[in-house]
């Protein structure tokens, strides 16, 4: 038997933290009108604050198959949707051939049966399944052309994909649809219509320390102070690239199996690679601009403690 959706707000948020994801309650609440609602929820912010998590937890505390397109530029039906199997069409009609057991038109009615088809993840979404409708995850939509997201209207709104070949398939059970985008450019309104919205921002510095606490629980506490606030600052700086929460995490976790126990401006000249992805931003903070802001976060923990 599939588990049952979450029944509120309050039970989302739960089962959110069931997944060790640390949600503001206004996503929660998006995610939930969304199940309940059988809508696509439509994710968008910036790289790294944990869009894409969403998905994969629901996978998990739901018990669902998760069902992944990543997006790319040129992304196309054959590889989102379906294509034929044209090795075995071909097999069939050489051995319809040598037989001489049908006519044209049958054999080109045969070829084109389901048996054939190679389903892609669209279409593997569509599927019943003993353990529930699937999380579809449609990933990164922003990387793909206009002519795509036409596409995804018909699924969106009716949950179904019409193959000239075949006909049209539906859903007996919508998946749980999710997707995401990192805005680098806008995504058509007809689309944003069909589904929930909720725009995913940096955690502010308790949902952050929270993350940390839940993620990286063996992180000593001063260290995980410093560290939430020193990155807290530093998205208020004017770099290419901001951190996000995946860099944070990838930072505390380079930080302690260094056996850092407090942070130093040689240590974080040492390891900004893993937390700043751009030449140009590592250039801004190395040297002096990182001791800057070291100091200034030192002296707000002190005043904090105080």
Not at 11 to 29: I, K, N, P
Not at 102 to 115: G, H, Q, T
């Amino acid at each position: 038997m599939p588990r049952p959706l979450p029944a509120s707000v309050d039970a989302t948020l739960s089962a959110l933290g069931e997944g060790d994801y640390v949600a503001e309650r206004s996503l929660a609440t998006s995610l939930f009108l969304a199940l309940k609602l059988r809508r696509p929820l439509f994710l968008e912010g910036e790289a790294g604050v944990g869009k894409t998590e969403i998905a994969k937890v629901l996978s998990r505390v739901l018990e669902r198959r998760l069902v992944r397109l990543q997006c790319y530029e040129g992304l196309d039906v054959a590889s989102a949707v379906y294509e034929w199997n044209y090795p075995r069409q071909m097999l069939e009609i050489r051995l319809s051939e040598a037989v001489g057991d049908r006519d044209r038109d049958s054999l080109a009615e045969d070829i084109f049966a389901e048996k054939f088809l190679i389903r892609r993840p669209l279409l593997q979404a569509l599927a019943p399944d003993l353990s529930g409708p699937p999380v579809l995850l449609i990933d990164e939509l922003d990387r793909t052309d206009e002519p795509f997201e036409a596409f995804l209207l018909e699924i969106l709104s009716d949950f179904q994909i019409t193959i000239p070949e075949i006909g049209t398939i539906k859903a007996e059970e919508p998946p749980i649809v999710i997707i995401t985008s990192n805005r680098t450019r806008e995504i058509h309104d007809a689309l944003k219509r069909r589904c929930f919205y909720h725009w995913v921002d940096y955690p502010d510095a308790e949902r952050e320390r929270r993350i940390i606490e839940v993620k990286r629980p063996k992180t000593p506490a001063r260290l995980s102070a410093q560290i939430v606030a020193f990155i807290q600052r530093l998205r208020q700086e004017d770099l290419f690239k901001l951190p996000g929460v995946a860099e944070t995490l990838d930072w505390t976790q380079a930080l302690t199996e260094l056996d850092v126990i407090e942070l130093n401006s040689q240590t974080i000249n040492d390891t900004v690679g893993t937390l700043l992805k751009y030449q140009d931003d590592i250039q801004k903070l190395q040297g002096g601009e990182a001791e800057r802001l070291l100091a200034e976060v030192n002296a707000e923990l002190a005043a904090t403690n105080a």
